[in-house]
């Protein structure tokens, strides 16, 4: 029984294993999406995340690795008051990308002077960067 939850997990871990777009995708490797998401809606847990807006073969399908720097630093420091409904919502965000979402939706609110981060102010800091920047963890509006 041991050995075959900790084969399973091997298994959820091994990159090369992933399926349809996350498996075919420049940002596995540090992604991989959602492997619960995945087995909730396909009963595979390799399979595709479902919720995931991103279609590989934007970067010729070469893997890509972010740094740091890239990614703003992965740990999470808010600076601005968060409303539990956007705190919520960023739990929906994949975990290694939570930093980097706040560190700009809290620059987004104070270049415009809000004093909190709330759902409204997370969806335009969204839009205000799609389109400027690589970003493929966006979630799907559901
Ligand atoms: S960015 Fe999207 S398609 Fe790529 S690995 Fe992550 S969830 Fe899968």
Redesign the pocket.
């Known amino acids: 029984m041991k050995n075959t939850v900790k084969r399973r997990y091997n298994k959820i871990r091994d990159r090369l294993l992933l399926k349809c777009?996350?498996g075919e995708?420049e940002?596995?490797s540090i992604?991989?999406?959602c492997r619960a998401r995945a087995y909730a809606e396909t009963q595979d847990y390799l399979d595709?995340?479902p919720s995931?807006i991103?279609e590989?073969g934007k970067y010729d399908f070469k893997e890509i690795i972010l740094t740091e720097k890239d990614t703003l630093g992965i740990e999470i420091t808010y600076r601005l008051p968060w409303e539990k409904k956007a705190q919520n919502r960023l739990l929906k965000i994949p975990s290694f990308a939570r930093g980097m979402v706040v560190k700009g939706v809290e620059l987004f609110a104070e270049n415009h002077d809000y004093p909190e981060v709330t759902v409204e102010i997370m969806k335009e800091a969204r839009k205000s960067v799609i389109g400027r920047t690589m970003v493929?963890?966006l979630k799907k509006e559901m």
């Open positions: 777009r996350c995708c940002f596995k992604c991989s999406g595709e995340d995931c991103y590989p493929p963890f």
